[in-house]
């Protein structure tokens, strides 16, 4: 064996079969091996040994009409083993129903009568062996494609948990600054949570999806994310603002919003960090805009943000009662607050739940011993009903 891919040749008649052998040699000789076999059973074994032997066979030539096996059942059975040979069926006995049942069961690629011409047959075997070779070209892309396709769903998976991890090191790493902030400024210690929850169950009321919910409630946890850098003396300083401290205080949101930028999939939620300052009628901070100009989330936010503080202590005042809490809402509502946020969470309060309950219990133990006061004079500077 030569190492080139084989024709196999299969006709009882010797001279014949010399005269097909030789033809097809000077033809293909240089690219293919000829083969040759007299009967059906020596073909079929010469073709399973030459696969075994990793050999590869590319076209069968068989002679319709020989003892034993005939042709015809000779290439239905390779057909069945090795589909991807040509075959070719020879024959001196034109027969219609021979010629149908070789095509409908054996896959037959060409029928050639005999006697041929040689010009017949080089056109025939060069298209045939063009043919093969165009579909084993077609599977190994094909094969190669499906490798490649394996690997980049690989690659992306991968990509993804690492994505998913770094995304989580970074929640995670806010969380922990979080958590600092409520060390440092008294004021914090709960407030971030309790904003998340009465956000989750405004939104919750409003109607708004199970993802945005979801959304809401970790960054709403992060609102106030951008007073991690400030000075205590200033978070916890009892009296009023200087001009100078006020505007300090005044950048926590972009302080914020900033923090937030590097993680991607938090991008649409970060007007609640950057925002929960603003006022419904545009006169918050840090961009005086308002209305339909921001997203309902940052309102859901705000709201559940401004509640919290007046029903919480503060440096420079004591927690608020909820009729005064309702009081600022419904003065609000329109002017600081959305509407629609306004009148879903002063439902939750008239027709508490569990989940209302627990929270107001939190508040109030959080602030025991502290009594309801009149807003200083200096509450606008300290962010109105919540700063």
């Not at 010469?46 to 590319?58: A, K, P, T, W």
């Not at 440092?184 to 409003?206: F, L, N, P």
Request: with cysteine.
């Amino acid at each position: 064996m030569t190492g080139h891919p084989c024709i196999v040749v299969v006709d009882d008649d010797l001279a014949l079969l010399e005269t097909l052998r030789q033809q097809i040699t000077d033809l293909h000789g240089q690219t293919h091996e000829v083969v040759i076999a007299t009967n059906g059973e020596q073909a079929l074994s010469m073709i399973y040994d030459l696969h075994r032997q990793g050999q590869s066979v590319e076209a069968v030539i068989a002679d319709l009409i020989m003892p034993g096996m005939t042709g015809d059942r000779l290439l239905e059975i390779i057909n069945a083993r090795f589909p991807e040979i040509v075959k070719i069926l020879l024959t001196g006995h034109t027969n219609l129903d021979s010629a149908l049942y070789t095509i409908n069961n054996a896959g037959l690629d060409k029928y050639i009568s005999k006697p041929w011409l040689l010009e017949d047959l080089q056109l025939t075997l060069s298209s045939m062996l063009r043919q093969f070779q165009l579909k084993q070209d077609n599977g190994r892309l094909v094969r190669d494609l499906q490798v490649r396709n394996v690997e980049l769903h690989s690659t992306l998976r991968d990509l993804r948990q690492a994505k998913e991890r770094i995304e989580d090191n970074f929640v995670g790493m806010l969380q922990s600054l979080a958590n600092a902030l409520e060390a440092k400024d008294a004021y914090t210690a709960g407030h971030s949570e309790r904003v998340a929850r009465w956000a989750v169950m405004i939104a919750r009321k409003i109607g708004l999806s199970t993802a945005e919910i979801d959304h809401i409630r970790a960054v709403a946890l992060l609102h106030d994310i951008g007073k991690i850098g400030m000075p205590e003396r200033i978070l916890n300083k009892p009296g009023a603002l200087t001009e100078a401290e006020w505007a300090l205080v005044k950048t926590h949101p972009v302080t914020g919003a900033q923090i937030l930028q590097p993680l991607r999939s938090f991008h649409d939620y970060i007007p609640i960090v950057r925002h929960h300052h603003e006022w419904f009628n545009g006169r918050g901070y840090p961009d005086q805009v308002g209305g339909t100009e921001l997203p309902i989330v940052v309102w859901i936010a705000a709201t559940a943000d401004a509640f919290d503080a007046m029903t919480s202590n503060r440096p420079y005042r004591g927690m608020q009662t909820l009729d005064f809490a309702f009081h600022q809402l419904s003065r609000g509502s329109g002017s600081q607050f959305n509407p629609e946020c306004v009148r879903a969470c002063m439902d939750l309060l008239k027709e508490p739940t569990s989940s209302t309950e627990t929270l107001l219990k939190a508040a109030a133990a959080g602030n025991a011993g502290s009594c309801a006061q009149k807003l200083p004079d200096d509450e606008t500077r300290r962010g109105g009903s919540g700063s």
